[in-house]
């Protein structure tokens, strides 16, 4: 275990403390982007992806949510945040700690009005380590959050704070009998993945039951594999934010997914860990658990 994680936080913060505010904050943002979903103003912004990026006034909304809360209760914390590209540096002394904020998780399916795939994220980062994340679903009204110096996941809805705690272990069903989330076209897909989902004349696919296909938000997508409607997660190829990942790495991490890639000619798993700045993944992946690895290895045409 990385030793990061048995260190208190600086100064009087403690877990608990930490895994409060974030959930209020969470809440907070959900209801203003539950508000304002029939009434919007969008406009497309400069980033890496040219045409395609675009940040609405309920984005910025809850953005400013995160951070004048942040600047209230750990303002030496450093923030890296989507909208206007805001970043602010730790002031802790040997430390390097700092929150990743994604207002609008899914900010297309938002201006679509869909009816899922609206998420909002913030996640804790300290050296190498994701430390606590939280993430809400807009339209189920459901958070997933775990907190500094504890080994459980949360799972609950507004007006039932007790919820779950999700398990680390999956159950005992087979690949073949679960389903593969994409968020994507699967033609659109490394030659590997897209092979998974080509169905024989018996309408089956090599390694998974089915695939689904889900537009919008990667943490709400991510939450579907966490609960278990889901065996793995495609995650494509591309340009990757420390706002879109940290939170769903960390999340993931916890309850003991691993990515896997075909990489040089062989699947190769990796462990789910934090970014700082916006990075090339250069491979299509699949999310998958660790107790179903061996599984996933033994079904691949190339394993």
Same mark, same amino acid.
């Not at 992806?49 to 809360?69: C, H, M, N, P, S």
């Not at 389903?179 to 033609?187: A, E, I, K, V």
């Given at each position: 275990m990385n030793m990061m994680?048995?260190?208190r936080l600086p100064g009087t913060v403690n877990g608990p403390m930490v895994g409060i505010v974030m959930k209020e904050m969470v809440r907070r943002a959900m209801a203003s982007i539950a508000r304002n979903r029939m009434n919007f103003v969008a406009t497309e912004k400069e980033s890496y992806? &040219?045409? +395609?990026?675009?940040?609405? @006034?309920?984005?910025?909304? &809850?953005? +400013?949510?995160?951070?004048? @809360?942040?600047?209230e209760t750990f303002p030496t914390y450093g923030v890296i945040a989507e909208e206007d590209n805001l970043r602010t540096d730790c002031l802790e002394k040997d430390e390097d700690i700092y929150f990743t904020i994604d207002p609008l998780d899914g900010t297309k399916a938002f201006m679509r009005r869909q009816s899922q795939g609206i998420g909002t994220m913030i996640s804790l980062v300290r050296g190498d380590v994701v430390v606590a994340a939280c993430v809400g679903d807009v339209m189920t009204k459901e958070i997933y959050y775990f907190r500094p110096d504890s080994e459980k996941v949360h799972r609950f809805s507004w007006g039932d704070e007790l919820g779950e705690t999700l398990k680390k272990e999956r159950g005992s069903d087979e690949l073949s009998e679960q389903?593969?989330?994409?968020?994507?076209?699967?033609?659109s897909l490394s030659l590997e993945i897209e092979e998974m989902t080509r169905p024989d004349a018996k309408g089956r696919t090599p390694i998974f039951k089915n695939i689904e296909i889900m537009s919008g938000s990667i943490g709400v997508k991510m939450a579907r594999l966490w609960k278990g409607e889901v065996g793995a997660v495609v995650i494509k190829a591309g340009k990757a934010t420390p706002w879109d990942w940290c939170p769903v790495a960390g999340i993931s991490a916890k309850l003991g997914f691993v990515s896997v890639?075909?990489?040089?000619?062989e699947w190769m798993s990796a462990p789910l860990g934090p970014i700082k700045d916006i990075e090339e993944f250069g491979y299509d992946s699949i999310i998958i658990h660790t107790s179903q690895l061996e599984d996933f290895m033994s079904r691949t045409v190339w394993g």
């Open positions: 994680m048995n260190r992806k &040219a045409g +395609q990026d675009f940040v609405t @006034t309920a984005d910025r909304e &809850a953005q +400013q949510i995160y951070l004048r @809360t942040l600047s389903y593969l989330l994409l968020g994507d076209d699967p033609r890639s075909f990489i040089s000619g």
